[in-house]
């Protein structure tokens, strides 16, 4: 490969949560190890690849003139956002007056939620249940009505279409969030299942947010497709939001945007993200997404997917082979696993509080799932070498699931 997915990268002291957090006091990260294990970071949704060479060097750029005042978008910032979506997605039409700005994902799915609800109003999401929704909706004053996802007979997380119509009906609901491709689940929506939601969201005049921020991230033969593009209803009804910091990893640099066709739903969202005064881009943010957004950035990406890919299968096989009672539905996206541990946890007389920490003490720095409504659920990221992706797993054979 031409891209460096193989080096591990030392984040230590260079502004990672996901490592310098681990055994730090209060939040929710993983504890320490014991001694004679280092930790290997699988908890926080951020990677461990170092980011196509594009991204640095656009900001080292700009870094380089020695004024940073007040500025506006330029035409290579919407542009490079225009392109990016034609050329991965097949988006047409698209043009600067539908894209505006969002410091994050979740600013964005509120301002959405402000503009078409009420402070109060119930909110229909799928489960298992991403963390930052709950946490932003909540927060905000929205009441979260769940439709639990439900795995078929192939082992693939499914819509309950029926469900999800009795919840609206029931709670009279006009608002949802969709999350695609789908996290903790990984599940890349089908056009057909797409299709289906939005004639049942028409029917009965529900918003939608779309958060598809990993829309980038989609494994195989698999092939995302936007939301709005499923039809007209689709797109007049739906606000999509996307960013480039899972793709590249520029969670620290703070961008995100969205894309709305509906003139009156954008208006309303640009008043409402614009009241708080806070809701601005910043300029090295924008030179990194042109540098992301570029035909390097797209040969980038290409061989991150195969490599996560590959990721995925060995942690899926080994899964299969070796540890007895865990099931997992093999994610088409994203590069999160989503662990049951049900079974497991029954045999053996484990908690998940105990299955977790028995994961942490020998470096597995690994996520509890019940954040995300999997009542014995770890979630664990596969965003690394494949060399940490091995000893990880190793580990948990020989001193976890197998011990």
């Known amino acids: 490969m031409k891209y460096d997915f193989t080096s591990i990268m030392d984040r230590c002291g260079r502004d990672a949560i996901a490592v310098d957090a681990i055994g730090q006091p209060g939040g929710f990260a993983p504890s320490a190890p014991r001694e004679g294990f280092d930790a290997i970071p699988m908890w926080v949704a951020d990677m461990n690849f170092p980011t196509v060479p594009t991204i640095p060097a656009a900001i080292i750029e700009r870094a380089q003139h ?62 298992p249940t991403y963390i930052g929704f709950t946490g932003s909706l909540t927060n905000n004053g929205y009441r979260i009505v769940h439709s ?40 890349v929506w089908e056009r057909w299942e797409l299709e289906r939601a939005m004639e049942l969201f028409r029917k009965h005049n529900v918003y939608v947010v779309s958060d598809e921020i990993w829309s980038d991230i ?135 509080d105990e299955l977790e920490k028995m994961g942490w003490d020998v470096g597995v720095a690994w996520q509890d799932g019940r954040m995300f409504h999997g009542p014995c659920h770890i979630r664990v990221n596969l965003a690394l070498p494949l060399s940490r992706v091995r000893e990880a797993f190793e580990r948990l054979d020989k001193y976890v699931f197998n011990a």
Not at 171 to 182: D, E, G, Q, R, W
Not at 289 to 317: I, K, M, R, S, T
């Open 218 to 352: 989609i494994l195989g033969n698999h092939r995302h497709i936007p939301t709005q593009s499923v039809s007209e209803d689709a797109r007049q009804r739906t606000a999509a939001i996307y960013a480039p910091s899972k793709t590249f990893n520029l969670a620290g640099l703070v961008g995100s945007y969205h894309i709305v066709y509906n003139q009156w739903l954008r208006e309303r969202m640009e008043k409402e993200s614009s009241l708080c005064h806070y809701n601005d881009m910043n300029v090295l943010s924008m030179h990194a997404l042109v540098g992301a957004y570029g035909p390097e950035g797209q040969e980038w990406l290409d061989e991150l997917c195969q490599v996560l890919a590959g990721n995925v299968d060995f942690a899926c096989d080994y899964i299969a082979q070796r540890f007895e009672g865990v099931k997992v539905s093999k994610p088409q996206g994203t590069y999160m696993l989503f662990l049951d541990c049900t079974d497991w946890c029954a045999k053996h007389g484990k908690t998940v």
């Open 66 to 127: 020695p004024a940073f005042g007040y500025f506006s978008a330029t035409d290579d910032y919407y542009n490079a956002i225009i392109r990016w979506h034609e050329e991965r997605n097949g988006v047409t039409g698209l043009s600067k007056e539908h894209i505006g700005y969002e410091n994050g994902v979740l600013g964005g799915v509120i301002t959405a939620l402000n503009v078409v609800c009420s402070r109060g109003d119930k909110v229909l999401l799928h489960s």
């Open 148 to 187: 639990p996802l439900l795995l078929d007979e192939d082992n693939v997380w499914r819509m309950d279409f029926d469900d999800m119509e009795k919840k609206i009906v029931d709670n009279h609901i006009h608002a949802t969030v969709l999350c695609s491709p789908h996290n903790p689940c990984g599940r």
